[in-house]
């Protein structure tokens, strides 16, 4: 009798043991891996997060600010922003600016020159004239968009890095930022992630996505690749990515665009011409360190062409894939193993 009472007390005590095993493992690991997810609109798309981790709601929250912050600095349409003072002085005084702005412009002023001009963040003259996006997008006439087009050239946007100031040489010439700036909220987010002491996250912000973090499971993120041929109101994914960490842009036509007498016409301009780039590219998509840079690399690649983005991309250690009209699905060396083909309309084509 006393031996049962003794083996029905150390059973007892081995079940509790067990029960705070189970309980300590729940509170350290079970509650981390509640997610907390969220939708807000800036840098004129929404912006969707899903954050994991005891700090979720308030990292999430302090994402959303920054990049509302950081739209509030270089958002050409906010009239009392960097960019608005920066293109409102154009051609006169020097502008002083915050460290942020001087950032993003230093790295589109490295892609442009890297790229031969195909990124240029002077182009709001001839993107203003086509006003994708906008209530009154048409076909500028030729003579406009020639006037226009001399005015685009980033050779003449100069910074002074130790004065935190920038200047636009001559006037009517302005800056756009919109072709790096949802990257860049991406990165203003990944910070604030880290500030918040989240556990991982990953954030979308129109085409750009980055993550943040190690999955519970310790397995990679999973990042779809939009289908280009797909509408805007039933998009779907062509492919997935696997990314244990980084940032992910993809640019293609369907983002912005319009039909004119049976012309599509998007909003991917190529500098040089004024006009949408027409090289038989459907979709570039671009992983790298940086969702600033991958988001302008990617603009950067469509314009160029396969051959000469590739070689861009080498440049800034990134990987990229690339659609071709045809179908055909183009990826650099770097990224093939972690990139998957989900719909049977594409096939992986040879260098």
């Not at 690991?29 to 912006?47: D, R």
């Not at 004239?129 to 003579?143: I, K, R, S, T, Y």
């Not at 979308?204 to 996505?209: E, L, Q």
């Amino acid at each position: 009798m006393i031996k049962n009472k003794k083996l029905v007390i150390l059973l007892c005590a081995v079940l509790a043991v067990i029960v705070a095993a189970l309980i300590f493992l729940w509170v350290r690991y079970g509650q981390n891996m509640q997610s907390y997810e969220c939708t807000n609109y800036a840098m004129g798309t929404y912006v969707q997060q899903t954050v994991y981790g005891k700090n979720r709601e308030a990292a999430a929250t302090a994402a959303a600010k920054s990049i509302g912050q950081l739209e509030d600095l270089i958002s050409w349409r906010i009239d009392d922003s960097d960019i608005a003072k920066l293109n409102a002085a154009s051609g006169s005084v020097w502008t002083t600016l915050d460290a942020k702005t001087i950032a993003l412009l230093q790295t589109s002023l490295d892609v442009a020159e890297k790229s031969n001009g195909a990124f240029d963040p002077t182009i709001l003259p001839i993107t203003s004239l086509w006003d994708f996006g906008g209530e009154n997008q048409h076909v500028p006439d030729a003579a406009d968009i020639k006037k226009y087009l001399s005015y685009v050239n980033y050779k003449n946007l100069r910074i002074d890095t130790k004065k935190s100031s920038a200047s636009l040489k001559y006037h009517y010439m302005a800056v756009d930022l919109g072709a790096i700036g949802k990257g860049a909220a991406c990165d203003e987010a990944v910070a604030a992630y880290r500030s918040a002491g989240a556990q991982s996250a990953i954030i979308a912000v129109g085409g750009s996505v980055g993550v943040y973090g190690t999955k519970q499971n310790g397995s990679q993120w999973n990042i779809a690749v939009r289908d280009p041929k797909s509408s805007e109101t039933n998009s779907v994914a062509m492919g997935t990515i696997s990314l244990a960490s980084g940032f992910v842009s993809t640019s293609g036509p369907y983002e912005k665009n319009f039909t004119k007498n049976g012309v599509l016409y998007h909003h991917l301009l190529n500098p040089k011409t004024g006009y949408p780039e027409n090289n038989g590219l459907i979709s570039v998509t671009v992983v790298c360190s940086s969702g600033a840079l991958s988001d302008a690399l990617s603009t950067a690649c469509f314009i160029l062409g396969r051959e000469k983005g590739t070689a861009l991309l080498k440049q800034y250690n990134a990987e990229g894939i690339f659609i071709d009209s045809g179908c055909r699905v183009y990826v650099t060396d770097g990224i093939k193993d972690r990139f998957r083909i989900t719909e049977t309309l594409y096939t992986l084509a040879g260098k």
